[in-house]
């Protein structure tokens, strides 16, 4: 085993063996330690796994569509020919690494405030069970184990909403597991149908559709979008999302928002797209409609919302709605602006959360009527707030405009009378997002200090600075230098999009 299969396995042992170690540790501020320390192992597992074969491939018809940087591949169920199959490439890695620094951050947040509602020691076992599940389904080239992966994070966040959360985290949370259920039934069944007809699960094989009929293509891919639509999630399945994170914790609605919801678009191209890409073409009108849709209505609703978690978390439908535009097109411009808006959006909304859950812990409301003047009693907190929305809203510069940007340019580049209205239609989304970004901060930021807001001092602590300045950094680094995510990414989309249109 060489370096690169070493940091594989460990980026999912380590969390594994460290949830076991953060239960069994006595004393919950030790716990919690021990937690943070295994979170910040997992992450410095994670970066190196770009020093691989860089530069891996110039692709060209008939090579592989996956070759990853590292891999591992080792006999799991020899009688059904299932592999535990790791590996990582460009399109998987910035994934990888936002999963285990948002993983770190909030473990480290929980040393300084643990949410009411349970012991802190049981809620970072969670969190790192949940990055296990996340990281695996990034890592996994076994369509089977993939599956496993993306079910391990069900049960684990259902009981961070139900233990942790607001006054109606029990409601909120049974429906994020019914809504999760019904996606993970259709995948499921959509992997059966996968596996059945081509008599392996492995995805590096599966890619491009080999071995399997236009029927199962478009079966196939009608099936695991819908699985991928409910955890992205893509307008009308997003009802269970705005409740979910309103009623999660801080940390819970950083992860939900960060990553969780990378699981669905990543599937989506790893999955979807690549191993039906006949069911992709075929499919391509119908989802960048919805995914237009996504983008007007959650606006839309966001310019109505009077409660601060819920138009973040609304912003998310509209924000996914970009992405899942970006992939509908099918071209390197569309889905490198879905890589580059899933990895900004996990950054930014994020942050989001984490300035939300600051504000309503000061002030104990999160009602929009009851917060104004925030700059007056708290500027330094303002001030963050008004960073993270701008950055939010797509303002050059920063993170959230490449994904957006590249979506419109990528169905305007399609061409043709649907895809240029979408394109069209989709930039009015883009200045919907700009006004209710900007009501957000003329209503909790401007005017005359409230009676909840009168009463917050204007310091930070350290452990807050901590968790955030790295999503500030991270957004300014990757709006100026969006290399750092299309530079890594360009040859496995290339990949990609040359097995969908051979």
Same mark, same amino acid.
């Given at each position: 085993?060489?370096?690169?299969?070493?940091?594989?396995?460990?980026?999912?042992?380590?969390?594994?063996?460290?949830?076991?170690?953060?239960?069994?540790?006595?004393?919950?501020?030790?716990?919690?330690?021990?937690?943070?320390?295994?979170?910040?192992?997992?992450?410095? *597992?994670?970066?190196?796994?770009?020093?691989?074969?860089?530069?891996?491939?110039?692709?060209?018809?008939?090579?592989?569509?996956?070759?990853?940087?590292?891999?591992?591949?080792?006999?799991?169920?020899?009688?059904?020919?299932?592999?535990?199959?790791?590996?990582?490439?460009?399109?998987?890695?910035?994934?990888?690494?936002?999963?285990?620094?948002?993983?770190?951050?909030?473990?480290?947040?929980?040393?300084?405030?643990?949410?009411?509602?349970?012991?802190?020691?049981?809620?970072?076992?969670?969190?790192?069970?949940?990055?296990?599940g996340i990281l695996g389904t990034f890592l996994a080239l076994d369509l089977?184990?993939?599956?496993?992966?993306?079910?391990?994070?069900?049960?684990?966040?259902?009981?961070?909403?139900?233990?942790?959360?607001?006054?109606?985290?029990?409601?909120?949370?049974?429906?994020?597991?019914?809504?999760?259920?019904?996606?993970?039934?259709?995948?499921?069944?959509?992997?059966?149908?996968?596996?059945?007809?081509?008599?392996?699960?492995?995805?590096?094989?599966?890619?491009?559709?080999?071995?399997?009929?236009?029927?199962?293509?478009?079966?196939?891919?009608?099936?695991?979008?819908?699985?991928?639509?409910?955890?992205?999630?893509l307008w009308p399945l997003h009802s269970w999302l705005p409740d979910a994170?309103?009623?999660?914790?801080?940390?819970?609605?950083?992860?939900?928002?960060?990553?969780?919801?990378?699981?669905?678009?990543?599937?989506?191209?790893?999955?979807?797209?690549?191993?039906?890409?006949?069911?992709?073409?075929?499919?391509?009108?119908?989802?960048?409609?919805?995914?237009?849709?996504?983008?007007?209505?959650?606006?839309?609703?966001?310019?109505?919302?009077?409660?601060?978690?819920?138009?973040?978390?609304?912003?998310?439908?509209?924000?996914?709605?970009?992405?899942?535009?970006?992939?509908?097109?099918?071209?390197?411009?569309?889905?490198?602006?879905?890589?580059?808006?899933?990895?900004?959006?996990?950054?930014?909304?994020?942050?989001?959360?984490?300035?939300?859950?600051?504000?309503?812990?000061?002030?104990?409301?999160?009602?929009?009527?009851?917060?104004?003047?925030?700059?007056?009693?708290?500027?330094?907190?303002?001030?963050?707030?008004?960073?993270?929305?701008?950055?939010? @809203?797509?303002?050059?510069?920063?993170?959230?405009?490449?994904?957006?940007?590249?979506?419109?340019?990528?169905?305007?580049?399609?061409?043709?009378? @649907?895809?240029?209205?979408?394109?069209?239609?989709?930039?009015?989304?883009?200045?919907?997002t700009a006004a209710y970004f900007l009501r957000l901060l003329r209503q909790?930021?401007?005017?005359?200090?409230?009676?909840?807001?009168?009463?917050?001092?204007?310091?930070?602590?350290?452990?807050?600075?901590?968790?955030?300045?790295?999503?500030?950094?991270?957004?300014?680094?990757?709006?100026?230098?969006?290399?750092?995510?299309?530079?890594? *990414?360009?040859?496995?989309?290339?990949?990609?999009?040359?097995?969908?249109?051979?």
């Amino acid at each position: 085993m060489d370096v690169g299969q070493a940091l594989l396995v460990a980026v999912l042992a380590v969390p594994a063996l460290g949830a076991v170690a953060v239960a069994a540790t006595p004393g919950d501020k030790a716990a919690r330690v021990v937690g943070t320390v295994v979170a910040a192992l997992t992450l410095l *597992a994670t970066v190196p796994l770009v020093f691989g074969d860089q530069g891996w491939f110039a692709w060209s018809p008939g090579a592989p569509a996956v070759r990853p940087w590292h891999q591992v591949d080792l006999p799991w169920v020899p009688g059904l020919d299932l592999r535990f199959h790791l590996g990582v490439d460009g399109i998987s890695w910035p994934l990888v690494v936002l999963t285990a620094l948002l993983t770190l951050l909030c473990c480290g947040y929980t040393l300084w405030r643990v949410p009411a509602g349970g012991s802190g020691r049981t809620l970072v076992a969670l969190l790192l069970v949940v990055e296990v599940g996340i990281l695996g389904t990034f890592l996994a080239l076994d369509l089977v184990l993939f599956f496993l992966f993306f079910e391990i994070v069900l049960l684990p966040m259902y009981a961070i909403i139900a233990g942790w959360g607001g006054a109606d985290r029990r409601r909120a949370a049974r429906k994020f597991a019914l809504y999760t259920l019904l996606g993970s039934v259709l995948l499921l069944v959509g992997v059966y149908v996968v596996v059945a007809a081509a008599g392996t699960a492995d995805l590096a094989a599966l890619t491009g559709g080999s071995g399997l009929s236009r029927s199962t293509q478009l079966t196939a891919f009608t099936l695991l979008a819908l699985a991928f639509a409910v955890k992205s999630p893509l307008w009308p399945l997003h009802s269970w999302l705005p409740d979910a994170h309103t009623q999660a914790p801080t940390v819970g609605s950083v992860v939900l928002a960060g990553v969780l919801l990378k699981m669905g678009t990543y599937g989506l191209i790893r999955v979807a797209v690549g191993v039906a890409p006949e069911g992709a073409r075929w499919a391509a009108p119908v989802l960048g409609v919805l995914a237009v849709a996504a983008i007007l209505v959650g606006s839309l609703v966001c310019l109505a919302q009077t409660e601060v978690k819920r138009l973040i978390a609304y912003s998310s439908v509209g924000h996914m709605g970009f992405v899942l535009l970006g992939v509908a097109t099918l071209t390197t411009t569309g889905i490198q602006a879905a890589l580059i808006g899933n990895v900004a959006h996990g950054v930014i909304t994020g942050l989001l959360f984490f300035l939300a859950g600051a504000v309503k812990d000061r002030t104990g409301t999160g009602s929009l009527a009851e917060l104004s003047g925030l700059r007056e009693t708290a500027p330094r907190l303002a001030g963050l707030l008004a960073f993270a929305a701008i950055a939010s @809203l797509g303002l050059p510069g920063l993170a959230g405009f490449w994904g957006e940007a590249f979506a419109v340019i990528a169905a305007v580049e399609v061409g043709g009378p @649907l895809w240029t209205t979408l394109g069209v239609l989709a930039a009015v989304g883009g200045a919907l997002t700009a006004a209710y970004f900007l009501r957000l901060l003329r209503q909790v930021t401007h005017g005359r200090a409230s009676t909840a807001v009168g009463k917050v001092g204007p310091g930070l602590a350290g452990a807050e600075l901590t968790a955030w300045v790295p999503l500030v950094l991270l957004a300014l680094a990757i709006g100026l230098a969006p290399a750092l995510i299309l530079g890594v *990414a360009e040859d496995p989309v290339d990949a990609l999009v040359g097995v969908v249109f051979p």
